[in-house]
């Protein structure tokens, strides 16, 4: 299927979820994100949830990350629509954060930092495919924000859903992810 329909099934099937199955799918989600070796990382950077998306939840990561991995400096990001780039802002107990016109929760000011820094990033995606292909919202941000990271950047995508074989469309601009946790399992595509 191509990302155009891929996009188009998996809204529907995340909007199709009851409140209870996303709840129960949240804590499988956290479970596993529970169990990677958080010491490692210093900088990480997170997109916050849109509930009116149903995305997997990430508020309770950043609490979780904020009580018991202190030492790891959130990081979140502010879009320009104007030219598809994102600064990256650290995220503390003193972040005001504003809703821009797409209703994403985004930093009004604070302590940029430079994608070099990244350790790992949470992407955001509607589904993925084994070689850790995703298909996103269909404006390029997290490409473009990829592309100035690391190499080693570990690149994580949250899915209520198990990949898909394969997405038909990919481009050579496309970023794959390096991993994926999903309520079952988590996908290393290295």
């Given amino acids: 299927m191509t990302k155009s329909e891929l996009r188009k099934e998996y809204k529907k099937r995340r909007n199709n979820l009851s409140i209870q199955d996303q709840a129960t799918l949240n804590d499988q989600l956290f479970e596993k994100l529970r169990m990677l070796d958080w010491e490692k990382y ?3 950077h997170v997109y916050l949830t849109l509930e009116k998306f149903n995305e997997p939840d990430t508020i309770r990561l950043i609490k979780w990350l904020r009580e018991f991995h202190p030492h790891i400096q959130l ?25 821009n016109a797409y209703g994403i929760l985004e930093p ?4 940029l930092v430079d994608e070099i820094l990244i350790d ?14 995703r298909v996103g919202y269909g404006k ?4 473009r924000f990829l592309s100035k990271c690391r190499t080693d950047i570990k690149s994580y995508g949250l899915s209520f ?4 074989q394969r997405i038909s469309d990919v481009e050579k601009w496309d970023r794959r992810l390096t991993h994926c946790i999903t309520p079952l ?3 290393s595509f290295q």
């Fill in 42 to 44: 210093t900088y990480v």
């Fill in 75 to 99: 990081v979140i990001s502010k879009s320009d629509f104007t030219n598809g780039s994102m600064q990256n802002y650290i995220l503390n107990d003193k972040t005001e954060l504003i809703e």
């Fill in 108 to 111: 009004v000011k604070g302590e």
């Fill in 120 to 133: 790992l990033a949470f992407v955001p995606l509607l589904v993925i495919d084994i070689k850790g292909n």
């Fill in 140 to 143: 390029g941000f997290y490409d």
């Fill in 161 to 164: 859903f198990e990949p898909v």
């Fill in 185 to 187: 399992n988590i996908y």
